[in-house]
């Protein structure tokens, strides 16, 4: 496709689409610029502080969700209240379950957070419409079942500090959809407090913060104001998650 056909159809994308990092890499990247205008008809943008209930187990759901900034918590709950995190959702991840009426999880948002939101009806006629998008849902929902079961391996074979490792290297690897071209170091909130974490990889709070430190001692990671994470070298720590150290 020649430069000057480019830059028409570019003109052609809503303005609030084109200015959307999220959009490049999410699902509204496979969408041509007459989908985009009938999504954006539709769409709005809200944002969330840390802490905030998205959507309840059980809640019907009458709308989907593009995460264009901020990590989303999800968790199941027992019958007897007990709660446990069972993913993490990060930009430009696509929230909500397709052609589900209803949620099985809770959705929190673990930093502060920013939706961009559309109907379910609008999004699930866009699919039955489009291959493209269709796919890219698709390939979504094979990433989330490849991560489910590393998550599998983390949990039931590693050591501790090999978990706590692999969750650090989670958050780093998602800071920025453009990692691969990002070459210096990696800086980062953790987007859960130190119970969280614990309850997330079964450990006590006591040990994830002696790993942490372990960690940092080893000069894997450097932590500043107990909670903003930088990593100098991804590869170093990817390296911790199956070597403990």
């Given at each position: 496709?020649?430069?000057?056909?480019?830059?028409?159809?570019?003109?052609?994308?809503?303005?609030?689409?084109?200015?959307?990092?999220?959009?490049?890499?999410?699902?509204?990247?496979?969408?041509?610029?007459?989908?985009?205008?009938?999504?954006?008809?539709y769409?709005?943008?809200?944002?969330?502080?840390?802490?905030?209930?998205?959507l309840?187990?059980g809640?019907?759901?009458h709308r989907?969700?593009?995460?264009?900034?901020?990590?989303?918590?999800?968790?199941?709950?027992?019958?007897?209240?007990?709660?446990q995190?069972?993913?993490?959702?990060?930009a430009?991840?696509?929230?909500?379950?397709?052609?589900?009426?209803?949620?099985?999880?809770?959705?929190?948002?673990?930093?502060?957070v920013?939706?961009?939101?559309?109907?379910?009806?609008?999004?699930?006629e866009?699919?039955?419409?489009?291959?493209?998008?269709?796919?890219?849902?698709?390939?979504?929902?094979?990433?989330?079942?490849?991560?489910?079961?590393?998550?599998?391996?983390?949990?039931?074979?590693?050591?501790?500090?090999?978990?706590?490792?692999?969750?650090?290297?989670?958050?780093?690897?998602?800071?920025d959809p453009?990692?691969?071209d990002?070459?210096?170091?990696?800086?980062?909130?953790?987007?859960?407090?130190?119970?969280d974490?614990?309850?997330?990889?079964?450990?006590?709070?006591e040990?994830?913060?002696?790993?942490?430190?372990?960690?940092?001692?080893?000069?894997?990671?450097?932590?500043?104001?107990?909670?903003t994470?930088?990593?100098?070298d991804?590869e170093?720590?990817?390296?911790?998650?199956?070597?403990?150290?």
């Amino acid at each position: 496709m020649d430069t000057a056909r480019k830059n028409e159809q570019s003109s052609e994308i809503p303005a609030i689409c084109r200015s959307c990092e999220a959009r490049h890499g999410g699902i509204c990247g496979v969408l041509s610029p007459d989908q985009l205008k009938k999504l954006n008809r539709y769409t709005k943008q809200y944002s969330y502080e840390s802490g905030n209930e998205l959507l309840s187990a059980g809640e019907e759901a009458h709308r989907y969700s593009n995460i264009l900034r901020g990590v989303v918590k999800l968790s199941k709950l027992l019958a007897d209240g007990r709660q446990q995190i069972v993913g993490l959702q990060f930009a430009p991840d696509f929230m909500g379950r397709l052609f589900r009426e209803e949620s099985d999880v809770i959705a929190d948002a673990a930093t502060d957070v920013t939706l961009c939101t559309f109907p379910r009806n609008v999004i699930e006629e866009l699919v039955r419409e489009s291959p493209e998008l269709e796919h890219k849902l698709h390939e979504q929902a094979l990433k989330e079942l490849d991560e489910a079961r590393e998550w599998m391996l983390t949990l039931g074979r590693k050591t501790a500090g090999e978990k706590v490792a692999s969750f650090l290297y989670l958050i780093a690897a998602n800071v920025d959809p453009e990692l691969a071209d990002h070459d210096g170091p990696i800086r980062f909130e953790l987007p859960l407090k130190r119970s969280d974490i614990a309850d997330f990889l079964g450990l006590t709070i006591e040990t994830v913060s002696r790993q942490i430190t372990k960690l940092r001692k080893a000069g894997v990671i450097q932590i500043e104001n107990n909670r903003t994470v930088i990593v100098p070298d991804l590869e170093r720590l990817e390296a911790a998650c199956e070597t403990d150290r």
